[in-house]
């Protein structure tokens, strides 16, 4: 996130002009009790935060900002994770019919079956779950019992399920292509 100067929304709105040509100043909010600013876009109605904030003051920013930098790192590990399973669904539908045991067929079904659910129902309720926790941030920055905020206290909680969904995810993608190499 980005550290923003200056001490007025016409600064402000100057500043982000010259990035982005969209901004203007009443399109800024600054929180002079946090030394946050908030950057509201008309456009797409997202908000830009400053984690790091104007005053000294902020001693959970840097906490603040690691959780919002592995939120987003889970994030983007989602995407990823889509689509290798669009990749492992296009190979299963190019290879399924060189398998005819019996055992064999149940194992492409099996695979088909995590495919979907994963894809279908997993993955998106975790990057859901992972949005509505980052939308929570600018919360944090209002409050000053931030501690004491769902998004501080459910983090490790949140993290945790990832962790254990990517250990999952491995092994699937460890089993699934042990599986593909058997037509060698």
Known sequence: MTRFGGTSADKMGATFAGMTNVWKAQDVCHYAQTGIWLLFSNQTNKVMISTTGTTQD????PEL???HK???????????????????????DGTAHYFTTPEDKKKVSRFQNLILYYHAEVLIELRTKLRNHESHLGE????????????????????GELE????????????FFKFIEKLK
């Open 58 to 61: 902020q001693l959970l920013a």
């Open 65 to 67: 900002d690691r959780m």
């Open 70 to 92: 592995e939120t987003s790192e889970w994030l983007s590990s989602i995407k990823l994770w889509q689509k290798e399973l669009s990749f492992f669904q296009t190979i299963l």
């Open 140 to 159: 944090l920055f209002t409050r000053n019992d931030a501690e004491a905020n769902p998004y501080y206290s459910e983090h490790p909680a949140v993290m």
């Open 164 to 175: 254990s969904f990517s250990k999952q995810f491995a092994e699937l993608k460890n089993d």
